[in-house]
């Protein structure tokens, strides 16, 4: 074996133990959650589905091409790319349209106004939508790429939920893990952690097939609600890698 194969070979083991590694998660999180692994996250990702404990979402549609329709609450955006949709369904008949695009332009902020603040200085990231079915208030999303540069990054590092009457969830991205601590790569994202109001509710972990964590305190609304940022994030990291 050449000598100079051996840096690939060992960074090469690295990767893939980090495969299996969880992220790094505050302890009151990771006391009062349980670790739930990503199935369907592998493989072929037409009519995917996606599922985590007591959640699974409908087959994935995913639009391939760079200028794509998509229709958000009855608008139609002639400029959506790679734009993603599906259902979210719960515990007890819960469930949760969700529809997003990896590439928008500001006229979709007509919706509501929460995030034109951000959206102003935000061009390179995901904006997604997600509208419970029972009624509740509907959530736009905004994340920002591993790679982008942007004024959103100074205010929440990766990304920012907010619905209609204000109320908001931090989205930060994390580069540690809990074991292979030795191992970091500083353009890449391993998971995403979710706050309100200082206080960890959930997080996904994106490396491998994935994997997640939600308060168990959390009202049924709220696990929806976080569960559907979680599929965001899941299927939002496919997209960027594909």
Not at 123 to 147: H, M, R, T
Not at 211 to 218: A, C, D, E, F
């Amino acid at each position: 074996m050449k000598l100079k194969s051996i840096p690939f070979l060992v960074a090469f083991a690295l990767i893939t133990s980090c495969s299996t590694s969880n992220i790094v998660v505050s302890e009151n999180l990771r006391q009062n959650s349980d670790v739930m692994e990503v199935k369907g996250n592998a493989g072929i990702l037409i009519n995917q589905k996606i599922s985590f404990g007591d959640f699974h979402t409908s087959p994935v549609k995913r639009g391939w091409t760079n200028r794509t329709e998509l229709n958000v609450l009855g608008i139609k955006y002639e400029k959506a790319k790679q734009p993603i949709e599906f259902t979210l369904f719960g515990l007890n008949g819960s469930s949760a349209d969700i529809v997003g695009s990896s590439k928008y332009d500001n006229n979709m902020f007509k919706l509501f106004k929460g995030l034109e603040n951000y959206a102003n200085s935000f061009f390179n990231g995901y904006f997604g939508v997600i509208i419970p079915k029972n009624g509740g208030p509907v959530w736009e999303v905004l994340i920002e790429n591993d790679s982008s540069n942007t004024a959103l990054k100074s205010n929440t590092d990766n990304g920012v939920a907010m619905d209609e009457a204000g109320n908001s969830i931090e989205i930060k991205g994390t580069k540690h893990l809990a074991e292979n601590k030795f191992f970091t790569d500083d353009s890449k994202t391993f998971g995403y952690e979710l706050w309100r109001k200082g206080e960890s509710i959930g997080a996904v972990s994106v490396l491998g097939n994935g994997k997640v964590w939600i308060k168990n305190s959390l009202s049924p609304q709220d696990k929806l609600i976080v569960a559907s940022l979680c599929s965001i994030l899941i299927s939002k990291q496919n997209i960027s890698q594909n």
